[in-house]
């Protein structure tokens, strides 16, 4: 059946989101050896931070947490989180790579979960891991802590050293997929979105946050600046993206993303007021535009035209003013809200290396660029095309036979 | 008789700082089923495993019931800690004492002790009147069928090819290409199609593994995943073939906007497709050009965004600037749906080409002026807010991609679910190309309308899905669960007291039970098909006599927990 | 007063819950130390479809006072469309205890809304409430069974 070149390949997955997951599963189901890399201290990437997904309107952890479970367990894979890439060497096809593995201060196999290092801690460095994460576990924010040694003398299995430091890791592999996902680009360059003059301006990563049901204010739909409930909420779209000043392209996934969030707001609490700012709702995906127009009909969400021209606090120190124009009125208003969410200002997180290494290549927008005949052949998820859950999956699973039968595919 | 251990952890003070494990061990110790009650630190970190391991092999006790923590936390690592020194899965049963118990009843360490001890008694129960589920193995046959020899398919063959695995391409047309052939180029590269086909067409002649089956018709489907039984006629030809694994990449059809924008009245009104059946003949050579997107999509009859227009749409107007630069090209759209870094840039790329976006809304959708021949298209913009008459002598309708007749049909016989439009429906976003059927994988436009580039991922992606499924070579039944290990059995028939009411079968989401005809009687009996089993346990709970029965969770222990309960 | 006399002091609560959804709640409600009334126990079932109709009789029967099921989203669920069998089913169970004088309120069926630590608290603490205010099942009810 594989040829016997085949079998003795390994391959490196840079990145442990979704289309990194998937692309390690389905390699190491057909039986080849995977190192997974990744720099979060979990695996999941940005879904294992989202509270809900669309269009199911299911919650997002439930489906990831049995394939990271897979993941985990699975013989052929090896997990490096909290792992950077320090270097890359090529000769003969093989691939060196150099990554620096920051062993968590709290030994995830042997913390119990009791929480009395969480109680002893003085400067609040002790954190839960992540919501879901099984086996639940703590770790230390080293910027936070004083050394002060109080966790370590009060942990029954000693699964605390603080003097736990990183070591490097020397893989050497055959291929290399890219999965590493986006992250948000800071919106302060474009002042007219306020972002940062009031604690009620947030980006919608933030809002999903702050408004998850697992965190911590449980789902409840309130206020950063002063805990109350919000009687409007404005959804701004495209901030940031198809802007030529900033990100050209379209991000693919914020529409989607903001109906849903307005969706839940309307479940939690249906008399706030939503109103989405967009330019074109680009709702491609199966039931996306059904999504949609149960957003306009069933749950009043506003949806309107246009983009803000100025988004600015009010000098009562409480709402927030947004100008825009209603391009299908045709009417330049001004109106007040109490919160404001910025969608849209997602960026393809670059590779995870250290400054001065050698890094797939991209093209001009930080998008992986496939069709090079060098160590960027292969790509999934975001950081090739922006995309969504599905599309990721996609990607990753495709990316993932391209780099075992060796093919690269030119888009 | 005494048959089980009970091993009771203490997490280091977690667990016995709020239940007494005094007071629960001594009620334990009366216990004539229980063979000794063991206090330990803990279990999953193992420190003193190994002396409580040899405690239970001198006691000759097989059973061993834990008292931990909850299997989501640290108590799967302690199950797997006495599995590693020989205790089997079937003899050990995990009771969730400290999230389930001690940690959400601190402030009443009575009450908390009472209920561990109910819940260790429920445990205890279980435990006892569990009983095995018998396990079969199957050998996954080494061959893939994929249906339609379209973009999806035909990457999907090849990628299967490359593997080493040997691929029926089964097609309904005589030749291969789907899409492909009817179209020029496609977006967003604006690459010719035609080379990129002979390209593959070269390459799945000269595969060894890829068999082509042109004009084939499937008769019917049966079996399971690593072993589906195909009939199907190829020309005059009947063929059977066992794949292991089934990929559907059959494709869609093109809506043909009949009555629509008074289409098929006035000759120059055409639908996108005959646009591209004109580019084929040669150039397209108009003075004013006007697309009009959304023909029949996102309308009430078919509410969803086709995906494919409005890029189409964009390639065809830039292709007419280009090799017209005196043309004027418009598109009327709704939204313009480019959504990604790709289609984006080609949005700006047929802005910077010339070509005139006006947006209309819904309930005002353009007018198409002219007697005999087309004049002019009066629309409202919905920007400006003025309404503007386009002249224009060519109109086309960009109409979305509908599902393909047949798709019932084939959901039918494969046990699949459709959307309410008619597109194969995945399970969930995780797992997009999964269907309810273990071994069955759709891509493509059969799935949702997508691009000729977007179907060659989704067929590699599906080929690697396939791939996965046929490369197991022998596998157990235990191991079919969507989560590996965590499936715990599946359903079982007593066939004596069946009375073949065919309940059961009604619910089974997963089409794993027949009922099968007694020989020599009018009589019918329930058979459950291991493989794909799920264990979800619906057939037991419509079962109005308890034939169907879940070894390892029977009703027996049901009603047997239910008293222990307080 | 007597009818106080009649109201359950102390109601029992049998949860099945489904190890994709409800258990996860329980477990989270757990790892954060929710502070939970005592009066549920958790039988952990693989999906909500798995609670036959004739054990949560059973469960009333034998002195039980109130029965929760707990299972994923509708359309969410790991066993494609098995839940949706399993609310159909409960759904004519609760007429059932309707018609028969038991009253549907001693069936809770809940899915998709304790997926959360809090939330699994939620359904607990308000249905102990709910329960704590009916009046314990009449002697033929609990009778069904012999121990």
């Known amino acids: 059946m594989m040829s016997r070149n085949d079998e003795h390949n390994e391959f490196l997955i840079v990145g442990g989101g979704v289309a990194g997951i998937t692309a390690a599963l389905d390699l190491a189901e057909t039986g080849r050896d995977v190192q997974l890399v990744d720099t979060a201290a979990f695996l999941g990437g940005q879904v294992a931070k989202l509270d809900k997904i669309y269009p199911t309107d299911h919650c997002a952890f439930c489906p990831l ?11 052929r894979i090896t997990v490096h989180t909290s792992s950077t890439l320090q270097n890359i060497s090529e000769k003969d096809g093989q691939y060196t790579i150099v990554i620096n593995k920051v062993h968590p201060v709290i030994d995830e196999s042997l913390c119990i979960y009791c929480r009395r290092c969480l109680q002893e801690c003085s400067a609040g460095a002790v954190r839960p891991l992540w919501e879901h994460a099984s086996p639940p576990s703590f770790f230390i924010d080293t910027s936070i802590c004083t050394n002060c040694g109080d966790c370590v003398d009060i942990c029954p299995t000693g699964a605390i050293d603080l003097n736990r430091t990183a070591v490097e890791i020397v893989l050497t592999v055959s291929d290399i997929i890219w999965a590493t996902g986006f992250n948000e680009v800071d919106l302060t360059p474009l002042p007219e979105f306020g972002i940062g003059t009031h ?36 959804f701004i779209q495209c901030a940031g993206a198809r802007d030529q000043r900033m990100l050209p392209y379209c991000s693919a996934v914020c529409c989607m993303h903001a109906l849903k969030q307005a969706q839940w707001v309307k479940r939690r609490e249906p008399n706030v007021v939503c109103c989405i700012f967009y330019t074109d709702l680009r709702t491609v995906g199966r039931d996306y535009y059904e999504y949609a127009i149960r957003q306009l009909e069933g749950m009043g969400v506003h949806l309107i035209r246009g983009r803000p021209g100025l988004i600015y606090a009010l000098p009562d120190g409480d709402g927030i003013a947004v100008t825009y124009e209603n391009t299908m009125t045709q009417t330049r208003e001004i109106a007040r809200f109490d919160m404001v969410v910025l969608n849209g200002n997602l960026r393809p997180s670059q590779a995870q290396t250290v400054e001065g290494a050698r890094g797939p290549s991209l093209d001009s927008e930080g998008f992986v660029d496939t069709t090079r005949d060098d160590l960027s052949r292969f790509a999934g998820g975001f950081t090739l095309e922006p995309a969504d859950i599905a599309e990721s999956v ?9 780099v075992a039968t060796k093919t690269a595919y030119k888009r | 008789m005494s048959e089980i251990t009970v091993l009771l952890c203490r997490c280091f003070g977690e667990i016995d700082q709020t239940i007494s494990f005094a007071t629960v061990r001594e009620k334990l110790d009366k216990d004539s089923n229980i063979s000794s009650s063991i206090c330990v630190d803990s279990l999953c970190i193992g420190r003193d495993i190994d002396a409580v391991i040899s405690q239970i092999r001198e006691s000759g006790v097989k059973k061993v019931l834990i ?9 799967d690592q302690a199950v797997q800690n006495l599995m590693d020194r020989g205790i089997a899965r079937a003899d050990i049963h995990l009771v969730d004492l400290r999230e389930g118990c001690a940690w959400i009843h601190r402030d009443n360490p009575d009450g908390a002790s009472q209920k561990a001890l109910n819940l260790i008694d429920m445990g205890l129960v279980f435990l006892k009147n569990k009983d095995e589920s018998d396990d079969v193995s199957v050998t996954m046959n080494p061959d893939v069928m994929v249906i339609g020899a379209g973009p999806a398919g035909l990457a999907a063959a090849l990628s299967l090819g490359r593997f080493g695995i040997t691929v029926h391409l089964l097609e309904r047309s005589s030749t291969p290409g789907g899409m492909l052939k009817l179209i020029t180029r496609s977006y967003p590269k604006d ?24 004009r084939s018709k499937i008769s019917s489907i049966k079996g399971y995943m690593g072993n589906f039984k195909v009939r199907f006629s190829s020309g005059e030809e009947e063929q059977s073939i066992t794949p292991g694994a089934i990929i559907i990449a059959s494709g869609a059809m093109v809506f043909l906007p009949n009555g629509l924008f008074r289409y098929g009245e006035l000759g120059n009104v055409i639908s996108q497709m005959e646009l591209e059946t004109r580019f084929k003949k040669g150039n397209v050579t108009v003075k004013n050009a006007v697309f009009i997107q959304c023909v029949g999509a996102r309308c009430k009859d078919r509410p969803y965004c086709s995906t494919i227009c409005c890029p189409s749409s964009i390639k065809n107007a830039i292709r007419i600037r280009e090799d017209n630069p005196d043309t004027n090209v418009f598109i009327l ?40 021949i087309i ?17 224009s002598d060519l109109v086309v309708l960009s109409t979305p991609l509908i599902p393909n007749h047949d798709n019932q049909h084939l959901a039918e016989m494969l046990d699949l679910q459709l959307d309410r439009y008619g597109f194969f429906r995945e399970i969930y976003p995780m797992h ?21 580039g977007q179907a060659i991922t989704q067929g590699e992606a599906a080929a690697m899905k396939a791939a996965s499924v046929v490369l197991k070579g022998e596998v157990r039944a235990f191991t079919f669960s969507r989560v590996p290990g965590l499936k715990f059995g599946h359903a079982r028939v007593t066939p004596d007291s069946c009375t073949g009411c065919g309940n059961c079968m009604a619910v089974c989401p997963f089409d794993a039970i027949r009922l099968q005809r007694i020989d020599g009687k009018y009589a019918y009996v329930s058979r459950v098909n291991k493989m794909r089993c799920k264990a979800c346990g619906n057939c037991v709970s419509v079962c109005p006599n308890g034939t169907m029965q879940m070894p390892e969770h029977n009703y027996l222990s049901v009603c047997k927990m239910i008293e222990k309960a307080f | 007063m007597t009818v106080e006399k009649n109201k359950i002091r102390q109601p029992r609560i049998l949860v099945f819950a489904c190890k994709w959804c409800g258990l996860i709640g329980a477990d989270g409600a757990g790892r954060n130390r929710v502070s939970l009334p005592l009066n549920f126990r958790v039988i952990p079932v693989e999906c909500a479809a798995f609670v036959e109709p004739d054990a949560v009789i059973r469960a009333l029967a034998s002195g039980i006072d109130g029965v929760v099921v707990m299972g994923c989203h509708v359309g969410g669920c790991r066993f494609n469309d098995a839940n949706h069998h399993a609310i159909k089913r409960l759904e004519l169970l609760g007429d059932l205890f309707d018609t028969a004088g038991i009253g549907r309120d001693r069936l809770m069926v809940s899915f998709g809304t304790a997926h959360e630590d809090h939330q699994f608290a939620d359904v607990i603490r308000k249905y102990v409430d709910r329960i704590e205010q009916l009046e314990p099942l009449e002697p033929w009810v609990t009778s069904l069974v012999k121990k």
């Open chain 1, 199 to 234: 604690p009620d301006i947030m980006t919608s990563l933030e809002f999903e946050e702050w408004t998850a049901e697992a965190g911590r204010n449980e789902g409840s739909i309130i206020r950063k600046s002063n805990g109350n409930k919000p009687q409007n909420i404005a």
């Open chain 1, 394 to 402: 996609i990607q990753g699973s495709s990316a993932a036979i391209r």
């Open chain 2, 375 to 391: 004049e002019a298209v009066e629309v409202y913009d919905a920007i400006t807010g003025h309404t503007r008459t386009i002249e």
């Open chain 2, 432 to 452: 997009p190309l999964e269907t309810r059927m273990d071994g069955v994988f759709i891509c493509g436009s059969a799935r949702w309308p997508v691009s000729s």
């Open chain 2, 191 to 214: 690459d010719a199609t035609t080379p990129r086909l002979e390209q593959y067409l070269d390459q799945i002649e000269k595969s060894s593994f890829v068999r082509f089956y042109p």
């Open chain 2, 333 to 372: 759209h709704r939204d313009v749906m480019t959504p990604g870094n790709v289609l984006e840039g080609y949005y700006i790329k047929a802005l910077s080409r010339g070509v005139q976006f006006i947006r209309f809304a819904e309930d005002n959708p353009p007018v198409i002026k002219g007697e005999k």
């Open chain 2, 67 to 75: 008292g931990a923590c909850s299997g989501l936390a640290r108590g």
């Open chain 1, 65 to 75: 947490w049995t394939d990271i479970k897979k993941v985990r367990d699975h013989p």
